[in-house]
């Protein structure tokens, strides 16, 4: 496919999913924080696996900044595997032969659950910066009246990286009786400052690109995609570590034998940083971007409980895991401790693993067999808790 | 490492455990822990290691167990076990804990090894209604006998560490112990000596007895 065509087709996505959706009209908006109710609106989403009689092996995995719906089939857009294969499919450690894993679209997305690039029902347009901002827990406000169409009561586990991982928290938090175990990934319980910084760095790319046109570039029949990309450039960095960056690329030159003294991709990680920049804007809506840099901006779950982390999980009955990598600088170990110890306050069931890796926050994605061991143990205790047969 | 080969290889490919202070050898201790433990109890493991004992403990007593451990590699092999342990130091991290959120916490040879004994047991006591601490005792005779002829710091068949590089860096006598104990206001509701064999040293014995020839002591102790 071309590149024309693969844009063409992550728009359709936007309104016309490949995946399963689920339309709520307006008669249940979805509540805002922003004080605000979307309505209609629509969540697209991937099932995979069967719901047993007792509806008691449903795990919803929430995805990251970038990722989507599709975590354990080919992408629609990319023709990729899922992003999570690796740890969810038949005969894998989130086996679909035992669990019905559920993982949707998040709102504020452009892969079919209702975004900025989504048609706006009151102008027939696309939303652009119409839509009112997305928080995390809009998100999985949006999640839960997924789940309650599914009949689910309470999920067996609620799994994700990242902003996933955030939506986790926030599921625990919020929906804690709903939730029997949580495995927040390499995230925090609020966006760090130096967060903040990169992400404004990234939004400040995209809308300083004329063909942003003020966030109506679709209408225009542009797309910012030198914008966006310097963006994905940007926080792409921030997803490795420095090892990994040295062990990979080093001061290696690409396709050359020595330096051109002038300003084209001399080396191999400027080749590959453009490459990742001009791979993200085929299947990804600028705006989009907008909002979900923005959504976990935004995150700070102790901010209601004035800074008191334990008090926005207290009395919960979660059993938790939380997950961090020794090499994460974006959500480094002591932020996923800070959880940790909040949990503990709180009384809670908590193990938390630190995995030692050069991979840095992008290890998450990645075959980290610690990562994996931990995760079955942990979801197998969870499973003789809930009376799950193995 | 792929995934397939990480499934095949079993718990060949497991990492190995860290290695712990206090005695080395099979931890006799933990079976007289074990049974200081009441069925269905509430237990924060401090120090817990590869997660023996709280397997144990969930199995045999039914106890809703939790652990800290200071060595990754040991809380990593406990959580693949499917235990609910956290990594943490007792120093640093006990204070997070709400009070008596336990009905028992256990520090099995371990407190020698804190680098602040007496706050880490003050926390001890404050987070559980009773605390089970066993510690290696460095009155035993060996120990005693060790310094007075080689006039060298006592390393012992169990006690195998030299100065320098020992995780044990307040060891203390059964006596030195007891003391702790009324500094810090907590009473010692039950104590066992263990001699080097194992078996527990009569009741009946006076405590000097015990600071000879117990080679460690399990105590329990509440506020």
């Known amino acids: ?390 | 490492m792929t995934l397939q080969a990480f499934q095949s290889a079993g718990t060949d490919s497991l990492p190995t455990e860290a290695p712990s202070p206090g005695l080395d050898g099979p931890r006799v201790d933990l079976e007289v822990i074990a049974s200081f433990v009441p069925q269905g109890a509430r237990v924060l493991d401090v120090g817990c290691g590869t997660g023996e004992l709280l397997e144990r403990l969930q199995a045999e007593k039914g106890v809703d167990g939790r652990g800290v451990e200071i060595a990754q590699r040991n809380v990593n092999l406990c959580v693949a076990r499917g235990l609910s342990v956290i990594q943490g130091d007792a120093d640093s991290d006990l204070v997070f804990y709400p009070d008596k959120a336990f009905d028992a916490v256990i520090m099995s040879q371990t407190l020698q090894a804190t680098r602040r004994p007496k706050p880490v047991l003050e926390d001890l006591l404050r987070i559980g209604e009773r605390v089970i601490v066993s510690i290696p005792n460095f009155g035993h005779w060996r120990v005693r006998l060790s310094l007075l002829l080689r006039g060298r710091m006592p390393v012992t068949r169990d006690l195998p560490y030299s100065w320098y590089d020992t995780p044990n860096i307040h060891f203390c006598t059964i006596r030195d112990f007891v003391a702790l104990c009324d500094e810090v206001g907590a009473r010692v509701e039950r104590a066992v000596a263990l001699d080097a064999s194992g078996s527990r040293i009569g009741w009946s014995m006076p405590w000097w007895f015990w600071n000879v020839f117990g080679q460690q002591a399990v105590f329990v102790l509440r506020q």
């Open chain 1, 1 to 390: 496919m071309t590149v024309a065509a693969l844009a063409r087709k992550s728009l359709t996505e936007v309104d016309e999913p490949s995946s399963p959706s689920l339309r709520f009209g307006p008669d249940k908006p979805l509540k805002l924080e922003a004080g605000v109710d979307l309505s209609p609106f629509q969540i697209a989403y991937q099932t995979y696996g069967e719901l047993n009689a007792q509806k008691s092996n449903a795990i919803l995995v929430c995805h990251a900044l970038t990722g989507d719906q599709h975590v354990a089939n080919r992408h629609p857009v990319t023709g990729k595997p899922g992003w999570w294969e690796i740890l969810i499919g038949p005969g894998r450690i989130i086996d679909t032969a035992r669990f019905f894993v559920v993982c949707a679209n998040v709102v504020g997305g452009c892969m079919g659950s209702t975004g900025p690039a989504s048609a706006n029902p009151a102008t027939g347009k696309p939303f652009g910066l119409d839509l009112p901002v997305i928080t995390v827990r809009d998100m999985v406000r949006a999640q839960a009246m997924l789940i309650d169409h599914f009949g689910i009561d309470q999920l067996f586990c609620v799994i994700g990286g990242s902003m996933g991982g955030m939506q986790v928290l926030e599921w625990a938090a919020s929906h804690g009786r709903r939730v029997f175990s949580a495995l927040p990934i390499a995230t925090g319980a609020r966006h760090s400052s130096q967060n903040i910084a990169f992400h404004e760095v990234g939004r400040q790319a995209v809308m300083a690109d004329p063909d942003w046109c003020g966030g109506r570039y679709i209408e225009a029949g542009r797309r910012p995609e030198k914008g966006l990309a310097v963006a994905r450039m940007a926080a792409h960095i921030t997803y490795l570590s420095e090892p990994a960056l040295h062990r990979k690329f080093g001061r290696s030159l690409q396709d050359r034998e020595k330096l051109t003294f002038g300003f084209d991709a001399d080396f191999q990680i400027e080749s590959y940083l453009r490459h990742q920049g001009m791979s993200f804007v085929d299947r990804f809506d600028a705006n989009s971007y907008l909002y979900m840099t923005r959504a976990m901006d935004y995150f700070d779950l102790a901010a209601e409980h004035e800074g008191r982390l334990a008090e926005a999980f207290s009395g919960t009955k979660t059993r938790f895991c939380v997950v961090s990598f020794t090499s994460d600088w974006l959500f480094p170990t002591a932020g996923n401790r800070e959880i940790v110890h909040a949990l503990n306050a709180a009384g809670a069931s908590v193990s938390f693993v630190e995995i030692e890796t050069d991979r840095g926050h992008d290890a998450f994605l990645l075959d980290e067999p610690e990562m994996f061991r931990a995760i079955d143990g942990f979801l197998r205790s969870a499973a003789r808790a809930r009376g799950l047969s193995a």
